[in-house]
């Protein structure tokens, strides 16, 4: 059983920058696509940023685009998410997602990841 641990939240003035980091111990981290999802208060999950297992494959929700960047070393096991010109509207839980895909594939699909983390907060204050 794979169980994905996200670390890195906190709080944050608007403008601000924060890594996230997904890790968890195994020694098929490099079959694993992995997605960033958030959800904040009184809202519903939403997409973040995908990675399929090599790297070689990145996805983006048009909303962070350009601001956050996703990237993974499966030397250490570890996926990141720098988040940089953090808003307001980025407070939420953030979690990582992981799903077996040597195809190449990641999804936008919160339901396609097996895998989960217990999530990381963020607070971005105005």
């Known amino acids: 059983q794979v169980q994905p641990v996200e670390s890195g939240g906190g709080w944050v003035q608007a403008g601000g920058s924060l890594t996230l980091s997904c890790t968890a111990s195994?020694?098929?981290?490099?079959?694993?696509?992995v997605g960033w999802f958030r959800q904040a208060p009184g809202k519903e999950r939403e997409f973040v940023a995908s990675?399929?297992?090599?790297?070689?494959?990145?996805d983006y929700a048009a909303s962070m685009k350009g601001r956050f960047t996703i990237s993974r070393d499966n030397a250490q096991n570890t996926v990141s998410l720098q988040m940089d010109s953090l808003e307001p509207g980025d407070t939420a839980v953030y979690y990582c997602?992981?799903?077996?895909?040597?195809?190449?594939?990641?999804?936008?699909?919160?339901?396609?990841?097996?895998?989960w983390g217990h999530g990381t907060p963020v607070t971005v204050s105005s």
């Open positions: 997602a992981w799903e077996p895909a040597l195809s190449g594939d990641t999804w936008r699909e919160s339901n396609r990841y097996t895998y």
């Open positions: 195994t020694r098929t981290f490099g079959v694993y696509a």
């Open positions: 990675i399929n297992w090599n790297g070689g494959r990145t």
